[in-house]
């Protein structure tokens, strides 16, 4: 069996659980107390939303309760909080809300900033999202300090703050600033033109900051230039990144292992972002060479989700280039951001993994490059769907076996599943966002629906010339459809990008996201999403040739499962990873190498890492 290898120190998951918070900022100015078409006071419609926002809330997540306007017909100083921010306590907040009257000013301005102090900063370096939702049926009336100005500076104070913004009735210059509240803080504006509106975007934004992505990994700073860079070790760890800035990593490589290293980038859900903002990985090595390089992009511009980027150091049969020697490598992070986008910092999850060779001796099945029946006519599971709730990130996606599956999503929102396959075997999927009521003209506003399959090493896969992994979305129903070839350890020796990942086999991961236009389309809060999942192929025992298939059993739900050690002859897939990390180390553990001939030129071309 090969060696675990651990990160110093303990490990550390963080995230909306430990890291997260909420205020929420009510506007009780006196326009508040108008009519708002329903024979209701515009405050009494909220009063309502913010009860349904805290009923749905998780248990115990920090909330807290701030308004303006409240007390003195006029006063640029009336901003209180009326529930302090800590362990959600439903009652106290409804409370709270049902004592409020509107009465005075407007000074958003200066309760933006007293809400940023509200909230509490997270402990031992927790990296979950702060989040002051403010609502507000119109602008601010004070002048200072100027509410766009206020949520620029906070949201270069620090990493994970964002300032989401309803904008109930409002319209011209009303709205105009609260847009550029949300733009300038990380975070998105949703309009409400009703009480049913109000109701559900404070629900989409309340529960986008409760469930935002939970890290794991060990705290490292990455140096500005290669002198004084933090040496890795195989293991999984957390940094963040700046607009057009770089970060070196040292690491120290022998002349047989391939290196892997995948670095995931989480701006604020739905924060401005450009379609060619980009996360860019490298391994640099000697004065100025580069062994690997890969870039991802968003390829939209209504707003941010996790971005992946990936590369590996794969040597040479003969160990003849320059990067096959054993020596110090760099691993390099780039972000570049155009004009406009977000320019908090990013919080990056980073994971090292070495993969060792193959026992002597062992030569390994060839490889597989083709999807076969895997392809994007592939017949996939039928029947009721199954309730599932996928995860924040990596670290918690929910596993899937092969079947039909239902969740719901937000806009603005990327939840992650993982599907264990072994040797031989592949994951192929659709996803199918549901036929949803919409609002006002929603039919005629478009949006998208996307989703991205990852190696258990968290190398993204391109779906080649079979898949689209991104689809038009406007509340009618839409179906993008995923998949990756067999896992063959020789595929590392492939060219093609959508296939050299998929190498070794474990937990693959799914990331279902949906884009940050479809709050301007759906009625309901959530959208339905399915997913259809197959696992194809039957499992083999390990990489070599003429490898056995593993035995089977099935569990009472149906599903089946390998019986022993599906590890087989000379080492295992990144099945330990998820677990180890957990328990206080990250640990990486994959199959090693033997080289196939005639695959070595096709190798040296390629730009893409191993997986």
Known sequence: MPAAAAAPGASRETGAGPGGSLVMVLDSSGSMADDDGTGRTRLESARTAVGSVVDNLP???????????????????DTRLVQPVRRLDRTAVK?????????????????????????????????????????????DNCGAPRPCEVAEQLAGEGTGLRIDTVGFQVKGAAREQLECVAAAGNGRYYDAPDAAALARQLQRASQLSADGYRFRGERVEGAATRAGAPVLVPGQYLDTIGPGEKRYYAVGLDAVSTADFSVTAVPQPGAAVDTFDALRTSIAHGTDSSCATDTARFYQKEGAAPLTSAVARIPAERGTRACDRAGRYWLVVERESKRGSDAA??????????????????????????????????????????????GTGFNDAEELGPGVWRDRILPSQTLWYKVPAGWGQQVRYDVEFANEPTVGNGAATYSYGATQLFTPARFPLAGGSEFTPRTTYNGRPSVVRMGGVPVAWTNRYEYRSAVQPVHAGGDFYISVTLGAGAAEIA?????????????????????????????????????????GDSSGTGGAGWTGIAAAAGAGAAVVVIAGLVFVRGRRGRAARTTRGSA
């Open 59 to 77: 248990d115990g997540y920090p909330t807290g309760l701030r308004v303006y306007g409240a007390d003195r017909p006029r006063g640029c100083a």
């Open 95 to 139: 409370r709270a809300v049902a004592a409020v009257e509107p009465r005075g000013d407007t000074p958003i301005g200066l309760s933006l900033r007293r809400a940023a102090e509200d909230l509490p900063r997270p402990v031992g370096g927790a990296a979950g999202t702060r989040t002051i939702l403010l609502i507000s049926d119109g602008e």
């Open 345 to 390: 910092r990013w919080p990056l999850e980073l994971v090292h993994g070495v993969e060792a060779p193959l026992a002597k001796g062992v030569t390994p099945a060839q490889s597989q490059p083709e999807y076969g029946k895997g392809g994007k006519d592939a017949v996939l599971p039928a029947g009721d769907p199954r309730d599932v709730r996928g």
């Open 523 to 563: 009625e309901n809060a959530r959208i339905g999403v399915v997913l259809r999942v197959a696992v194809l192929g039957d499992e083999l025992a390990g990489p070599q040739h003429h490898a056995g298939v593993v035995a089977k059993k099935v569990d009472k739900k149906g599903n089946s499962s390998g019986v």
